[in-house]
Nanobody
Framework: QVHLVESGGGLVQSGGSLRLSCAAS????????MSWYRQVPGKERELVAE???????TYEDSVKGRFTISRNNDMNTLFLEMTRLKPEDTADYYC?????????WGQGTQVTVSS
């Protein structure tokens, strides 16, 4: 069992930066591929970035070069460094951990980018 808690969201101006954190308790995150998703009301949740257990990262095209996902297995924490934020990045951001048998979600943190 893993309990995931996101933090770091907030209101920021266009062009600004935020750092999201996802703190895990229970089973260590080292055995899970960890991801950040985001969701706007009325739309499907979309994958933003992912880092697997080997440290390999993938990004959604619109955030490439602006967002950086990282994991610290010793701290049991996942991060998302977001720079050059745009109004279209406004969403609720969720972290996810999964492997072949399990999948866990956090409760989300809100990010609002003002123009």
């Amino acid at each position: 069992q893993v309990h995931l808690v996101e933090s770091g969201g907030g209101l920021v101006q266009s062009g600004g930066s935020l750092r999201l954190s996802c703190a895990a308790s229970g089973t260590g995150i080292s055995v899970y591929t960890m991801s950040w998703y985001r969701q706007v009301p009325g739309k499907e949740r979309e994958l933003v970035a992912e880092v697997d257990t080997y440290g390999t990262t993938t990004y959604e095209d619109s955030v490439k070069g602006r967002f950086t996902i990282s994991r610290n297995n010793d701290m049991n924490t996942l991060f998302l460094e977001m720079t050059r934020l745009k109004p279209e990045d406004t969403a609720d951001y969720y972290c996810q951990g999964y492997n072949r048998r399990e999948i866990y979600w956090g409760q989300g943190t809100q990010v609002t980018v003002s123009s």
